[in-house]
Nanobody
């Protein structure tokens, strides 16, 4: 199982970015998917997560600005980020609670994608 994240980049304050992360592998069963971020000198923190049924929760710092969604047919999770501020600058990691065939559920992580918000 691999999680491939993309969509990061450099954006001005107030701008938007859309991250996506696809899980590759056959016959996967995917439970919760989420996005985390880690800024320099700080611990990795949860940004948002979404259940298979579409229930979501967000960190207070991104509520109203970020939207998490998923396409279960494509094993893909998205993060639409609007009204970005310099405080959103971080490496963003996707996470999935996944069960490959004949195995148990466990967490998998993507490689991280850099988001930089700067004028």
């Amino acid at each position: 199982v691999q999680l491939q994240a993309c969509g990061g980049g450099l954006v001005r304050p107030g701008g938007s970015l859309r991250l996506s992360c696809a899980a590759s592998g056959s016959n996967l069963s995917i439970n919760v998917m989420g996005w985390y971020r880690q800024a320099p000198g700080k611990q990795r923190e949860l940004v948002a997560r979404i259940t298979r049924g579409g229930d979501t929760n967000y960190d207070d710092s991104v509520k109203g600005r970020f939207t998490i969604s998923r396409d279960n047919t494509k094993n893909t999770v998205y993060l639409q980020m609007n009204s970005l501020t310099p405080e959103d600058t971080a490496v963003y990691y996707c996470n999935g609670n996944i069960r490959p065939p004949w195995q148990s559920y466990r967490d998998y992580w993507g490689q991280g994608t850099q988001v930089t918000v700067s004028s």
